[in-house]
C-alpha cells in the first residue's frame, strides 16, 4: 500500500497563507522553498509522518495560478512516497493510468515526482514521489 507523503494546498499567498497554517495545525513551518521548473513557491508542514505542502505561484500563467482562477484555493493534489518512482510509473502505464510526464521531474522537498491525469483518478490530481538519491 502506498503511503501518503503529503497533501498540496494551492494558495494565492504564502504571506498569508503560512500564518493562517501555522495557528490552525500549531505548528511551524519547517521549510520554504521555490520549484522553478513548476513556477511556485512552497511551504511546509509536518503532521506527524504527513506533511502539508502550500503553493504559491510565482508566474501569473503558471499552473497554480490557473487552479486557483478556475476551481478558487484548496486541496490540489495528494502525494504518495513510493520506493521506485520509475518502476511505479512503468506499473501504473501498463495498468492503463495516463502520466503527465513520461520521466520523474526534480520536484520540492528534495524530491523526484510525477503525476497521473485527474481523468484517471476520479477527478484527484495524484503525486508519486520518492527522495532523491535514493
Known amino acids: 500500500m502506498l503511503k501518503v507523503e503529503h497533501i498540496g494546498i494551492a494558495v494565492k499567498s504564502l504571506a498569508t497563507a503560512v500564518p493562517l497554517f501555522e495557528k490552525l495545525l500549531n505548528s511551524e513551518c519547517y521549510?520554504?522553498?521555490p520549484v522553478a521548473s513548476e513556477n511556485v513557491n512552497t511551504a511546509f508542514f509536518r503532521q506527524g509522518d504527513t506533511k502539508i505542502e502550500l503553493l504559491e505561484s510565482s508566474d501569473p500563467d503558471g499552473v497554480i495560478a490557473k487552479y486557483i482562477?478556475?476551481?478558487?484555493e484548496g486541496i490540489h493534489h495528494i502525494a504518495f512516497e513510493v520506493a521506485d518512482i520509475e518502476a511505479e510509473m512503468k506499473r501504473l502505464a501498463a495498468e492503463?493510468?495516463?502520466l503527465l510526464h513520461e520521466t520523474p521531474k526534480a520536484g520540492a522537498d528534495n524530491k523526484l515526482v510525477c503525476f497521473?491525469?485527474?481523468r484517471?483518478?476520479?477527478g484527484v490530481l495524484v503525486e508519486l514521489c520518492m527522495e532523491r538519491g535514493k
Not at 69 to 72: H, N
Open 69 to 72: 482562477a478556475k476551481k478558487g
Open 116 to 118: 497521473l491525469h485527474p
Open 120 to 122: 484517471d483518478t476520479h
Open 96 to 98: 492503463g493510468f495516463q
Open 31 to 33: 521549510k520554504t522553498e
